[in-house]
């Protein structure tokens, strides 16, 4: 009886090493997916900003220094939302390889939608925020995967006070109010910083080792795309309250 017993708790232990193993695959996989998709994303904002491509999409006036948006300008500020809806409602029937071709797609765009941030921002202020915003980033995703706590709870929290900053910042559109818009950046750090624990917890949960390569890859890619929403709109957030204007 005891060596049975003995026999079967060796056999749980080597199961629970061998999921262990595969979580801590997975997760690299998609933190991996995450930094590609930043570093295109910094390279392409480089590129628009620092370049003669960049005037495809902006134009700047030389009396007052504004940053004025192109037809291809607009184009580029919104196709990235379109490239979200669609994988959020397509992605269970994508294949691994379409899926990383939108993903970066849309990391692509989105650095051409920052331009502006490298024309308007001092390149200190930038990389300065760019650093507080990865070791925040980095803090709270270790403490979303590391945590016996549940987090599921602050999910609808979270996603009602996502859904109001954008609601704010649309309204602050036509209002151009610096309380709000200092309002709206203070909020929208907390909530990022709490998605950012919330999307890893719920990253890691959703790995199962049963899944084949093809369901492993979508959920990998999906995941990356979560954590890059949360860490490039907290690093936006950030340089809103602490960048220093050229």
């Known amino acids: 009886?005891?060596?049975?017993?003995?026999?079967?708790?060796?056999?749980?232990?080597?199961?629970?090493?061998?999921?262990?193993?595969?979580?801590?695959?997975?997760?690299?996989?998609?933190y991996n997916y995450m930094l590609t998709g930043l570093v295109l994303t910094g390279a392409t904002a480089w590129l628009t900003a620092s370049t003669p491509f960049g005037q495809l999409f902006y134009r700047i006036n030389p009396?007052?220094?504004?940053?004025?948006?192109?037809?291809?300008?607009?184009?580029?500020?919104?196709?990235?939302?379109?490239?979200?809806?669609?994988?959020?409602?397509r992605i269970d029937r994508m294949s691994v390889s379409t899926a990383q071709s939108i993903f970066w797609a849309y990391a692509g765009l989105v650095g051409i939608s920052l331009a502006p941030v490298l024309l308007v921002y001092t390149g200190a202020s930038v990389a300065q925020v760019f650093f507080i915003t990865a070791a925040t980033f980095g803090a709270m995703s270790l403490w979303g995967y590391t945590t016996r706590s549940d987090l599921s709870g602050f999910g609808s929290f979270l996603f009602m006070g996502l859904i109001g900053i954008v609601i704010a910042?649309?309204?602050?559109?036509?209002?151009?109010?610096?309380?709000?818009?200092?309002?709206?950046?203070?909020?929208?750090?907390?909530?990022?910083?709490?998605?950012t624990a919330y999307d890893?917890?719920?990253?890691?949960?959703?790995?199962?080792?049963?899944?084949?390569?093809?369901?492993?890859?979508?959920?990998?890619?999906?995941?990356?795309?979560?954590?890059?929403?949360?860490?490039?709109?907290l690093f936006l957030m950030l340089l809103r309250l602490m960048g220093n204007r050229r």
């Open 63 to 89: 009396l007052t220094g504004a940053v004025g948006m192109t037809m291809l300008g607009l184009v580029a500020l919104f196709a990235p939302l379109g490239l979200v809806l669609f994988m959020s409602f």
């Open 169 to 195: 910042s649309l309204v602050n559109l036509f209002v151009h109010s610096s309380m709000m818009q200092w309002i709206i950046s203070v909020a929208g750090v907390l909530i990022f910083t709490g998605l």
């Open 1 to 30: 009886m005891a060596d049975y017993d003995n026999r079967v708790l060796r056999e749980q232990t080597a199961a629970a090493g061998v999921i262990d193993a595969g979580l801590r695959a997975y997760m690299l996989r998609v």
């Open 200 to 233: 890893t917890q719920a990253i890691k949960e959703s790995y199962f080792a049963g899944d084949d390569g093809t369901v492993m890859g979508r959920k990998a890619i999906f995941g990356a795309l979560r954590l890059y929403l949360d860490f490039v709109n």
